[in-house]
T-cell receptor, first 111, second 111 residues
Framework: GENVEQHPSTLSVQEGDSAVIKCTYSDSASNYFPWYKQELGKRPQLIIDIRSNVGEKKDQRIAVTLNKTAKHFSLHITETQPEDSAVYFCAAPYGFNKFYFGSGTKLNVKP | EAGVTQFPSHSVIEKGQTVTLRCDPISGHDNLYWYRRVMGKEIKFLLHFVKESKQDESGMPNNRFLAERTGGTYSTLKVQPAELEDSGVYFC?????????FGNGTRLTVT
């Protein structure tokens, strides 16, 4: 099956700084990589995704990069704000419409 | 559109008791998933329905867990008898294919 590893498990940054979360995956056939944000007490929500035919995708302060050769992808948040504080999960597909998730990164943005 | 809804939001039961969790997916989503997150760990795949059929149940921990999706609409996940290690947050997600839409989860505590 797919093996998704996510680092770091916790990340604390000062407001305005950048945050980077990294994930690796094992299945070379994987071609779609979503990122989810889970605020305290709420449901995980999709914030950005990337397909394997591109190396980078940006949406305002959020970007995701993908290195298919190395089998890793990263989430980049610039100009962090306190409302970015949450748990972030990466995911990779396996088989038919099934996703494996990383262990999550708890991001704390200090005002 | 209404999101994925789960009931109950919390459940506290004693070891040996039975609990049934319910998930109502987004209308029209053929794919329905159950996941579980134990504190600090990954969102772990349990099983995947396509309409009323179990597509993949490889993540189900053991035969104390039974999931159903009669009629291809809502789904239930029954744990009988519950053990201490079953504690965690159980997420349901649905999809028409592609990104998952999560419910708020059911926090199960087995004492």
């Amino acid at each position: 099956g797919e093996n998704v590893e996510q680092h770091p498990s916790t990340l604390s940054v000062q407001e305005g700084d950048s945050a980077v979360i990294k994930c690796t995956y094992s299945d070379s056939a994987s071609n779609y990589f979503p990122w989810y944000k889970q605020e305290l007490g709420k449901r995980p929500q999709l914030i950005i995704d990337i397909r394997s035919n591109v190396g980078e995708k940006k949406d305002q302060r959020i970007a995701v990069t993908l290195n298919k050769t190395a089998k890793h992808f990263s989430l980049h948040i610039t100009e962090t704000q306190p409302e970015d504080s949450a748990v972030y999960f990466c995911a990779a597909p396996y088989g038919f419409n099934k996703f494996y998730f990383g262990s999550g990164t708890k991001l704390n943005v200090k005002p | 559109e209404a999101g994925v809804t789960q009931f109950p939001s919390h459940s506290v039961i004693e070891k040996g008791q039975t609990v049934t969790l319910r998930c109502d997916p987004i209308s029209g989503h053929d794919n329905l998933y159950w996941y579980r997150r134990v504190m600090g760990k990954e969102i772990k795949f349990l099983l995947h329905f396509v309409k009323e059929s179990k597509q993949d149940e490889s993540g189900m921990p053991n035969n104390r867990f039974l999931a159903e999706r009669t009629g291809g609409t809502y789904s239930t996940l029954k744990v009988q008898p519950a053990e201490l290690e079953d504690s965690g947050v159980y997420f349901c997600a649905s999809s028409p294919g592609g990104p998952l839409h999560f419910g708020n989860g059911t926090r199960l505590t087995v004492t």
